[in-house]
């Protein structure tokens, strides 16, 4: 497992290579705010926020969630950040973010710096891309990561060796424009990947009993920690896989742990052992 979970206490795991390029873009421009979109328990609005902080920044985070609705830990840790939080509700959200992304690429003098949400996009691919460069992966056969826009699969494809198969466990159900949105951010359209759609349960941010008990026994086992949106899918995708000999006899296997935690804090106390 490529623990990238143990990159950075805030920025955590894909997080940290999937803004790199579009803040080093941002700065670049001369823009003195950075805006992206995300849900009240949203690991890259936490994570942008803590990275414009960093670097000087404004951020704004356009929330999918009304008004009127508690402010989650995770929001709270984005204002601590200094994020500016504006709510547009559910109803509309993805027609709210296309007006508003849309407003920007017409406005090139803006000074403020869209990013889209989860950070897709050619940028984040590039980023993530450089995730395998960190150190050598090249003797693994077949590489599996979970999959929300999929951003950092497209970079996973891209920065591949040509013997590797990519494997994506997407957490959306029904996402049918998925691996088109992808392919529109890889560049060698020759390489082998796929997607493995039956491991959702049930779809974004979806649980049941058997995931959480999954969860509890593997950080009871190997102290590894995740979460119940991407990580605890793709570890018990895994789990199963392996159970019922998807994986070729002698095959290497690499699962990228995204990190990013925030999701398990919609959770009631103690669900969790970790």
Request: charged residues 15%.
């Amino acid at each position: 497992m490529l623990r990238l979970d143990q990159l950075h206490p805030i920025v955590s795991g894909n997080k940290w290579y999937k803004l790199r390029y579009y803040i080093e873009e941002a700065l670049h421009s001369g823009c003195n705010t950075i805006a992206s979109f995300g849900g009240p328990y949203s690991n890259h609005l936490v994570a942008l926020a803590f990275t414009a902080q960093e670097n000087k920044l404004k951020s704004i985070g356009y929330v999918r969630a009304n008004p009127n609705e508690p402010i989650t830990p995770s929001l709270q840790e984005a204002l601590a950040y200094g994020m500016q939080l504006e709510f547009i509700g559910r109803t509309h959200f993805q027609e709210t973010k296309k007006e508003l992304l849309l407003k920007i690429k017409n406005n090139p003098s803006s000074d403020t710096y869209f990013i889209d949400e989860g950070g897709y996009g050619a940028l984040g691919a590039k980023g993530a891309a450089t995730i395998l460069s960190a150190q050598d992966t090249s003797s693994f056969d077949t590489i599996l990561c979970a999959v929300g826009t999929g951003t950092m699969l497209a970079g996973i494809i891209n920065g591949a060796a040509p013997h590797q198969e990519i494997i994506g466990i997407p957490i959306l159900k029904n996402e049918n424009t998925l691996a088109e949105e992808i392919n529109s951010l890889v560049i060698h359209k020759q390489k082998s990947w796929t997607l493995l759609h039956q491991f959702h349960q049930g779809g974004y941010a979806k649980i049941n009993p058997a995931l959480i008990q999954f969860m509890n026994e593997l950080w009871t086992l190997e102290k590894i920690p995740t979460d119940i949106v991407y990580t605890g899918k793709l570890l018990f995708a895994v789990n199963e896989l392996t159970q019922t000999h998807y994986f070729k006899p002698g095959s290497k296997v690499l699962i990228i742990h995204s990190g990013g935690l925030q999701g398990n804090r919609s959770l009631p106390k103690e669900s969790l052992l970790f």
